[in-house]
């Protein structure tokens, strides 16, 4: 069973930039795509970007284009989220998710692995 595990999140300014690290426990992990989603107060859970792992290609929602950025770096089966520009309505819970066998890399439920989700605020 493949685990998951966020870090990076905490509180920032508005304006301001987090990055948010994924570490999956395997050694040989080949996931089709790795995502993050997050959850907004009083909100479902929404997808942020993935990557499709062979390729390297990273897709995004439009409220992250231009502001979010995924890598890897699939030597250490890790997955960033590099978040620049933030503002409070980025405040969330964001989930970091891996999909062996799914094909859309925005959907939830194509994803078989979740991370515990990392915390980050935006505010003054």
């Known amino acids: 069973q493949v685990q998951l595990a966020e870090s990076g999140g905490g509180w920032v300014q508005p304006g301001g930039s987090l990055r948010l690290s994924c570490v999956a426990s395997?050694?040989?992990?080949?996931?089709?795509?790795m995502g993050w989603f997050r959850q907004r107060p009083g909100k479902e859970r929404e997808f942020v970007g993935a990557?499709?792992?062979?390729?390297?290609?990273?897709y995004y929602s439009n409220f992250a284009e231009g502001r979010f950025t995924i890598s890897k770096d699939g030597a250490r089966n890790t997955m960033f989220l590099q978040m620049n520009s933030l503002k409070p309505e980025d405040t969330a819970v964001y989930y970091c998710?891996?999909?062996?066998?799914?094909?859309?890399?925005?959907?939830?439920?194509?994803?078989?692995?979740w991370g515990q989700g990392a915390q980050v605020t935006v505010s003054t």
């Open positions: 990557v499709i792992w062979s390729q390297g290609v990273a």
């Open positions: 998710a891996a999909t062996i066998g799914g094909v859309y890399y925005y959907k939830m439920t194509e994803y078989e692995h």
């Open positions: 395997e050694r040989t992990f080949f996931p089709y795509a």
